[in-house]
């Protein structure tokens, strides 16, 4: 389901949200591997979350945002489709949830700030059931990661962060990876 009022809010208050491609991918996954239990590294406005927590094998969603801002309207959002028993919403630093998490998770959707993705990565592991899977997003970056477009200076930190990600879950014998071009790019690791 494709939640058309929160596109619009998103696109009208200059939001970015998870691509429909994307989040068709993500509903697809969760359908068919009977996902249970999900982490959102990056809440934005709930988009996503409220997406994946309408598939009926989903029973609990934790999700991170540090902007209060959207944190409060995610809150809206989540009410507004009655999903407050199962999403849990928190506004803190994904680092600091992530240290402090004692949870494991069937699927975790990596949203958040991208130059972190490789830094999050051993403990995201560590979260995961087995079998579980990590999708992150936005792995081509418009186009900078894989080098089609020029990363100006403000973005190489993050593009860096990017590739290093993308190298990790590539070259690590205990992680299937694989990587597709839909949206912004995604790469769907699971656990061997």
Same mark, same amino acid.
């Given at each position: 389901?494709?939640?058309?009022?929160?596109?619009?809010?998103?696109?009208?208050?200059?939001?970015?949200?998870?691509?429909?491609?994307?989040?068709?991918?993500?509903?697809?996954?969760?359908?068919?591997?009977?996902? =249970?239990?999900?982490?959102?590294? !990056? *809440?934005? &406005? $709930?988009?996503?979350?409220?997406?994946?927590? %309408?598939?009926?094998?989903?029973?609990?969603?934790?999700?991170?945002?540090?902007?209060?801002?959207?944190?409060?309207?995610?809150?809206?959002?989540?009410?507004?489709?009655?999903?407050?028993?199962?999403?849990?919403?928190?506004?803190?630093?994904?680092?600091?949830?992530?240290?402090?998490?004692?949870?494991?998770?069937?699927?975790?959707?990596?949203?958040?700030?991208?130059?972190?993705?490789?830094?999050?990565?051993?403990?995201?592991? =560590?979260?995961?059931?087995?079998? !579980? *899977?990590? &999708? $992150?997003?936005?792995?081509?970056?418009?186009? %900078?990661?894989?080098?089609?477009?020029?990363?100006?200076?403000?973005?190489?930190?993050?593009?860096?962060?990017?590739?290093?990600?993308?190298?990790?879950?590539?070259?690590?014998?205990?992680?299937?990876?694989?990587?597709?071009?839909?949206?912004?790019?995604?790469?769907?690791?699971?656990?061997?």
């Amino acid at each position: 389901m494709i939640l058309t009022a929160l596109k619009v809010y998103a696109k009208q208050n200059n939001i970015p949200i998870t691509k429909d491609e994307t989040m068709e991918f993500i509903i697809d996954y969760i359908n068919t591997h009977k996902v =249970e239990t999900v982490l959102e590294i !990056g *809440t934005a &406005i $709930a988009y996503g979350s409220i997406n994946m927590a %309408m598939c009926d094998s989903v029973k609990k969603i934790d999700t991170v945002e540090i902007s209060t801002d959207n944190y409060r309207q995610a809150l809206i959002n989540i009410a507004k489709y009655n999903l407050l028993d199962k999403i849990d919403a928190r506004l803190i630093d994904a680092k600091w949830f992530l240290e402090e998490c004692d949870k494991k998770y069937d699927l975790i959707y990596l949203d958040g700030p991208k130059g972190q993705y490789i830094n999050y990565l051993p403990r995201l592991l =560590e979260l995961l059931n087995p079998n !579980g *899977t990590i &999708i $992150a997003d936005n792995i081509f970056f418009h186009g %900078m990661v894989n080098g089609e477009v020029v990363t100006p200076s403000s973005c190489r930190s993050m593009v860096n962060g990017l590739r290093q990600y993308v190298d990790a879950v590539t070259h690590n014998d205990a992680l299937e990876t694989h990587i597709y071009s839909m949206g912004d790019g995604i790469a769907v690791t699971r656990l061997k």
